[in-house]
């Protein structure tokens, strides 16, 4: 099947931790979207990215960081430089920017 | 300026009832795209619909049926004989080209919505 994956589903982060989000889509898709959605609001783009080896800043990109090394994965890394990361992590994939996106089961990140 | 607004924080209905969950957006472009997508309580973002700004034709699908009518800058979306599996949040979307030149969604604050059986 189609899709796209996110691990884990629950994150557990200590102070001054970084630690990475996965995810995954076998949609052959180009490009990627992380966002992050906190308690009774809308989603907030972090960071995208439209082809391999490119990424590029969303509205809240401060404390985070990614890679794009391959078309599959678009991992996310909470650095400890986000000093209110709890939140619920969604990633998303579309065949290019601005088509339809297509998102994963997220992430729930809660800080210990 | 909110540029997707959902002015409905939360709807209670019972079942079977219609409701109509309303969406207001702001846009200087002439080409967007205007999307509904469900969150039930599972968390992952369903997607329902997409929309181009040229394409102001109704669309029914099924129980769900969208509005877009650009003169009111609104894109409302009607469930009919509404059931407990709708009971979810609703968001409302716009993508743009934004001033930095990249086509960006922006997502409206959603609606919750709560069916009663």
């Known amino acids: 099947d189609g899709g796209i994956t996110q691990s884990p589903k629950y994150l557990f982060r200590k102070e001054g931790q970084n630690v990475t989000l996965s995810c995954e889509q076998n949609?052959?898709?180009?490009?990627m979207y992380w966002y992050r959605q906190d308690p009774g609001q809308g989603l907030r783009l972090i960071y995208y990215s439209q082809i391999v080896n490119d990424f590029q800043k969303g509205d809240i990109a401060e404390g985070y960081s990614v890679s794009r090394e391959k078309k599959e994965s678009f991992p996310l890394t909470v650095t400890s430089a986000q000093k209110n990361p709890t939140a619920f992590y969604l990633c998303?994939?579309?065949?290019?920017?601005?088509?339809?996106?297509?998102f994963g089961p997220g992430t729930r990140l809660l800080v210990l | 300026a909110q540029k997707v607004t959902q002015a409905q924080t939360e709807i209670s209905v019972v079942e079977k009832e219609d409701v109509t969950l309303d969406c207001v957006y702001e846009t200087r472009d002439t080409t967007y795209y205007l999307f509904w997508y469900k969150q039930p309580p599972s968390g992952e973002l369903v997607f329902l619909i997409r929309?181009?700004?040229?394409?102001?034709q109704n669309e029914i699908s099924g129980r769900y049926s969208w509005n877009f009518q650009k003169s009111t800058s609104s894109f409302n979306f009607t469930i009919t004989a509404s059931q407990v599996v709708d009971s979810a949040v609703y968001f409302c979307a716009l993508s743009e080209v934004t001033d930095t030149g990249r086509r960006a969604l922006t997502f409206g604050s959603g609606t919750r919505l709560q069916v009663q059986p």
């Open positions: 949609l052959n898709h180009d490009a």
């Open positions: 998303a994939s579309s065949i290019s920017g601005g088509q339809t996106q297509y």
């Open positions: 929309r181009n700004s040229f394409d102001e």
